[in-house]
């Protein structure tokens, strides 16, 4: 029994593959140019691993016969943004060094051996997401998984190795390695920000985006895809512009009272003469007429719009001609409620693995809390935001497999940020004991700032060329991706320390 049928035209799948690797293409180059100019010489040697990074990431995922997927490409992103994380660890780490006045071969040294434990700390609880993805999770949360988990191995192989045998190689020529510039040389460097003491103005405004989130969802819900409420979607193309008007009515003539579930969707989806069509008409339905049946009323019922005449053969078979039904997809009921089970267990167990191994790793268990608790926040405000503009914004909020994935690398990224500070304060807490938690937490946070924006900076611009240039397929679940980045640096430093340091308080108050 076909429970899950998917077709896609050559003509949208070659769009779709040209502006995915435009987009690709101009994110990587962006980012590689950002790391040269923000770390100079060591920015080169960061991109060089970065590029080495890829060519390991796809003989991976090649000699495996993986198919890249959307999801697939959503572990590809948070690998590149991983990987250059851990380079801005290590470059950071140097230039503390290095302001203490050690010499360049030592200060690199010392780099790398500080920042050892915070780069394998957020690599590892982000391949427990993976590991739990993985076991979890349906097909192509199973693409991301299997990107993701490649990803990081590679990406800790070429970050920290490759590099490491790069500087070797440059200091035992006596070459001078630069890790900034003049303007970049002591970025956030001396901040002395009571975050802290905001805690109670952030709870506040945390607590004002919940707020919002749950009414909106209680009175304007979510826009499930097919992948969720089951039915069929249809991308048409038309010879020339049409409205989503014109094409609603076309299909009244044929749908309107045919069915009790024969209520239908109409979107623009990327160019003025495309739509995207979604009924959940006979969808339910196994018998092999249905299909059939259904191209048969979106032809009489379309066909008529373009302005040259098509047979029907034409108008169903994207192979010879580009205007028609371009692509469909068909999701039965049993397979939707599989993937939203499916789904929420996966993400379920990700947060209880990443806090079970934060409290083990960190010995106290109001890191794990406060952690756990942020994440949740993350992934809650994500989906808020896609019910509060869906119907708002000109591209498509649908919640779907792929939105799932994108939750899923939002939790993975944010988890990855909150560790490193986790580790800065447990340092911190070893070097200077008679201070108390509170001034520790602070500088902690201010110490590990300028890494904190670098990290962000570079995920939200190979984000912000994928969403401009990667097409309209993929916009919605970048945009979700975009906003899940900036919500994530907010609460790791706004959200998760303060939520643990409480905790703590209030633990210790009682002993």
């Not at 040269?36 to 016969?65: E, R």
């Not at 070797?168 to 890790?179: D, N, Y």
């Not at 008529?304 to 039904?325: D, W």
């Not at 790791?492 to 409480?502: S, W």
Request: proline share 2%; glycine share 8%.
């Amino acid at each position: 029994r076909i429970t899950q049928d998917t077709v896609v035209g050559p003509s949208l799948g070659q769009e779709s593959i040209n502006s995915g690797m435009l987009s690709f293409i101009l994110a990587f180059v962006l980012v590689l140019l950002y790391m040269i100019f923000f770390y100079n010489k060591a920015g080169t040697v960061a991109s060089i691993a970065l590029i080495c990074n890829l060519f390991f990431l796809f003989g991976v995922l090649v000699s495996f016969g993986a198919v890249l997927t959307l999801p697939g490409i959503a572990g590809i992103v948070l690998t590149m943004g991983m990987a250059v994380d851990a380079n801005v660890i290590i470059y950071e780490r140097v230039k503390e060094e290095l302001r203490m006045g050690k010499t360049l071969s030592v200060s690199v040294a010392e780099g790398y051996k500080n920042a050892m434990s915070a780069i394998i700390d957020g690599n590892v609880t982000t391949l427990i997401t993976g590991i739990v993805l993985f076991v979890f999770g349906t097909g192509p949360v199973q693409g991301f998984a299997t990107t993701l988990i490649i990803g990081i191995i590679t990406s800790l192989f070429t970050a920290i190795l490759i590099t490491r045998l790069i500087f070797v190689g440059m200091l035992s020529r006596e070459k001078k390695i630069t890790f900034s510039n003049r303007l970049t040389e002591n970025f956030l460097a001396h901040t002395k920000f009571d975050f802290i003491g905001k805690r109670k103005i952030t709870y506040i405004i945390s607590g004002a985006f919940l707020l919002v989130t749950l009414v909106s969802l209680a009175v304007r819900g979510m826009n499930y895809g097919v992948d969720f409420s089951g039915g069929r979607a249809y991308v048409v193309r038309f010879d020339h512009n049409v409205t989503a008007n014109e094409v609603r009515d076309a299909l009244s003539t044929v749908f309107d009272g045919a069915d009790a579930n024969s209520s239908y969707e109409v979107k623009q989806f990327g160019p003025e003469n495309q739509m995207r069509i979604v009924t959940q008409y006979k969808y339910d339905d196994a018998g092999d007429n249905v299909t059939a049946e259904i191209d048969k009323m979106l032809y009489e019922a379309l066909a008529p719009l373009n302005n040259e005449s098509l047979t029907e053969a034409e108008f169903v078979t994207t192979a010879t001609n580009p205007v028609g039904i371009i692509s469909s997809d068909k999701v039965g009921p049993s397979v939707a409620h599989d993937i939203k089970v499916n789904s929420v267990i996966a993400v379920l167990f990700s947060l209880l693995a990443i806090a079970l191994y934060i409290i083990i790793r960190f010995k106290r268990w109001q890191w794990g809390v406060g952690s756990v608790i942020s994440l949740a926040l993350d992934a809650l405000f994500t989906i808020g935001l896609f019910s509060l503009l869906h119907g708002i914004l000109p591209f498509s909020l649908e919640v779907d497999q792929s939105f799932i994935a994108a939750i899923l690398t939002i939790i993975g990224y944010s988890i990855n940020d909150k560790v490193v500070i986790f580790d800065r304060i447990r340092e911190y807490q070893t070097l200077y004991p008679k201070r108390n938690i509170r001034e520790n937490i602070n500088n902690a946070i201010n110490s590990t700032l300028s890494r904190t924006i670098n990290t962000s900076g570079t995920t939200l611009v190979v984000l912000l060329a994928i969403f401009l240039f990667g097409g309209e397929v993929i916009r919605g679940f970048v945009f979700a991706l975009l906003f899940g980045v900036l919500i994530s640096t907010y609460s790791t430093v706004f959200t998760a320390t303060p939520i643990a340091y409480d905790l703590i308080r209030r633990d210790r108050k009682q002993a």
